[in-house]
């Protein structure tokens, strides 16, 4: 007990000369006045600057993919009662893509244990898609391919998020939340067909 305490006796000493001893090396004598150094360590100072580089290009990366890639953080748009999808006036009873302008549609799809409706959607390249999404059940998720939606769809909640389809082709959607026994089954496509496709076909 005793030798701890002239220990800690001892230890305060030292630190108290040590601080005097700074004291004094901040004014040497001639009165002249010199900013107290801070002493970083060798290998402290590398890791604060790979820190620094690290922070820096996070920062720029999230950058770059929220404002010139287009990934965005898809929030809560709006909130709707899971029981009352199949109700008059509700978006998600007749689901499926609704033009607004030409180039321009909207496109809700409801999510259930095990299929999207609807599961197959036709635009023409160069159309702008906002995607509305719910659950009617459980969590399920959507992720189109080669675009930037990618999103949970949740009971209760509508998610959205908006892309453009310039190149034609098929872009394949799936659930990407477990949901059950036969999540792997589904899953659902888009078809961007070329400009004037349709009445290619009609001629
Ligand atoms: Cu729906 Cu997994």
């Avoid at 000369?17 to 002249?32: D, I, L």
């Avoid at 600057?49 to 809560?76: D, E, H, K």
């Avoid at 930037?148 to 908006?162: D, E, F």
């Amino acid at each position: 007990m005793t030798e701890h305490h002239d220990e800690a006796q001892a230890e305060s000493a030292r630190a108290d000369e040590a601080q005097a001893g700074e004291v004094a090396g901040a004014e040497p004598h001639g009165g002249e006045v010199v900013a107290p150094t801070i002493h970083v360590d060798r290998y402290e100072g590398i890791w604060m600057r790979v820190i620094a580089v690290m922070l820096a290009i996070f920062l720029i990366t999230v950058t770059i993919s929220g404002f010139a890639v287009g990934f965005q953080v898809p929030g809560v748009y709006q909130r709707i009662d899971p029981t009352k999808l199949y109700e008059a006036g509700s978006p998600f009873a007749e689901p499926g893509l609704r033009e607004l302008a030409p180039g321009k549609y909207e496109a809700y799809i409801r999510a259930q244990i095990w299929q999207f409706t609807p599961n197959e959607i036709r635009i023409p390249a160069g159309s702008t898609v906002t995607f509305y999404v719910t659950s009617q059940d459980v969590q399920h998720g959507i992720k189109i391919a080669e675009t930037n939606i990618n999103m949970m769809a949740l009971p209760g909640q509508i998610s959205r998020l908006t892309t453009r389809f310039d190149k034609p082709g098929t872009y394949n959607f799936v659930c990407h939340e477990y949901c059950g026994q036969l999540h792997h089954t589904m899953y659902g496509r888009i078809i961007v067909e070329e400009p004037g496709a349709e009445q290619a076909q009609v001629q």
